[in-house]
């Protein structure tokens, strides 16, 4: 979808936090594919495995984005880092969306908009975050991505993707903090 298209969109999504992280994503180069989409097991169109509240591409590579708004996130983070690493899951969502049926890599993020760094409860997963493609931004990390993207015109995924694989079991360190 075209960038101005996928302004709108991103513009007219109902959730102000999805809206943020949308418009994010957009502002470092990524393509959207869809918002809010359904991922149905096969044959079983009318019940889903689970939602993807954006997805986006760049390059060979789709982003699976969920935004928690959650203050208890229960196994939320678990089941959607489990269900989107699912290749049948993954099958269905390229076949399901033209725009990456030829993508080779998979991104999860999981936002956060609830929890920052200080508060995070994160050990029984930290060990899937940044590997395998899994990523987590929480509240506070949001708004200094959202800051250094910001602040020069030519911020693009590549530089997103840097600062959130730089996380590890630590907050996100940026380049001018190195």
Known sequence: MEDG??????????????????????????DLVAVNTSVSPEGERHSNVGEVDLLFRHG????IVEVSVRKKRGRKLEN????FSDKANLDRLKS?????????????????RIHDYRENELGQVMDSVGRDGNYIVL?????KIRSW???EKK???????????????????F????
């Open 60 to 63: 060979d590579t789709a982003f």
């Open 149 to 151: 993207i910001g602040s």
């Open 175 to 178: 380049p001018q903090d190195a």
């Open 80 to 83: 959607f880092f489990g269900v």
């Open 96 to 112: 399901d969306h033209g725009e990456i049926a030829n993508v080779r890599n998979f991104k999860r993020v999981y936002f956060d």
């Open 139 to 143: 509240k506070d990390e949001f708004d």
């Open 155 to 173: 911020r693009r995924v590549d530089s997103f993707l840097d600062i959130v694989s730089r996380k590890g079991n630590g907050p996100i360190s």
């Open 5 to 30: 298209e996928a302004r709108i969109v991103v513009r007219h999504m109902d959730d102000e936090e999805e809206r943020a992280v949308g418009n994010l994503l957009l502002d470092a180069g990524m």
